[in-house]
């Protein structure tokens, strides 16, 4: 079975802090994505990174990084110089590339990141 | 290109009405995903279609819901005899024949049972 855990239910930072949402997962499968999305309060999911069990490297995009490390089963969301317009509900992901879980993501339950001005 | 559709973005049913929601996935992707956010609660899969064709239905209700997507026209996702804990954010997903690791969702149609 497919899980994923993040343990933050709620963070909340001032203006211009970094940030970094915790997420791990559990699969036994050896190839398998992971993702993050955002929800913003207007509730749509929007699309973040998508990361492969092959590639290790971490990735930056802007103000947004993520660290993937495979030994710990973990992929993990920074956010550097926080904003207020970050304030939303981040959500990691997990999709296997076979098996029975072919084809559907396994979500976190979310973290509800407050960015204070 | 347009995005995932989904309509209505809100619906009001009584409860033991049926709730129709429906989902147009972008042009060119073939097969369609529903998911169901309950409330405080991440996304949980309920589906996964092709055309004329459910791939896995694992995640769904075994009673009252069902899921099609025909050769022609949107998906349905299709509650019979609603209760309140139906009351959820239901999201539909598609994606290109090469893969599901591209899921592209809508935006959500927002259900409330009363």
């Known amino acids: 079975a497919q899980k994923v855990t993040q343990a933050q239910t709620e963070i909340s930072v001032v203006e211009k802090e970094d940030v970094t949402l915790d997420c791990v997962y559990e699969?036994?499968?050896?190839?398998?994505?992971l993702f993050w999305y955002k929800q913003p309060p207007s509730g749509e999911l929007v699309f973040l990174i998508r990361?492969?069990?092959?590639?290790?490297q971490n990735e930056i995009s802007g103000r947004y990084s993520w660290n993937f490390q495979k030994s710990t089963s973990s992929f993990n969301f920074t956010i550097t110089a926080s904003q207020v317009v970050d304030s939303a509900v981040y959500f990691c992901?997990?999709?296997?590339?076979?098996?029975?879980?072919?084809?559907?993501?396994?979500f976190g339950q979310g973290t509800i990141l407050t960015v204070h001005p | 290109n347009a995005g995932v559709m989904q309509n209505p973005r809100h619906l009001v049913r009584r409860r033991g009405q049926e709730a129709r929601l429906r989902c147009s996935p972008m042009k060119g992707h073939s097969h369609v995903y529903w998911y169901r956010q309950l409330p405080e609660e991440g996304l949980k899969f309920m589906v996964y279609?092709?055309?004329?064709?459910?791939?896995?239905e694992s995640g769904m209700p075994k009673e009252r819901f069902s899921a099609e997507f025909p050769k022609e026209g949107p998906s349905i996702l299709r509650i019979q005899q609603v209760v309140r804990g139906d009351s959820a954010a239901y999201f539909c997903?598609?994606?290109?024949?090469?893969?599901?690791?591209?899921?592209?969702f809508g935006p959500g149609t927002r259900l409330t049972v009363t």
């Open positions: 990361r492969n069990s092959f590639d290790e």
């Open positions: 992901a997990l999709g296997s590339a076979g098996g029975t879980s072919y084809g559907k993501l396994t």
């Open positions: 279609l092709q055309k004329e064709n459910i791939i896995d």
């Open positions: 997903a598609s994606s290109p024949p090469a893969g599901p690791w591209e899921q592209y």
């Open positions: 699969t036994r499968d050896t190839t398998y994505y």
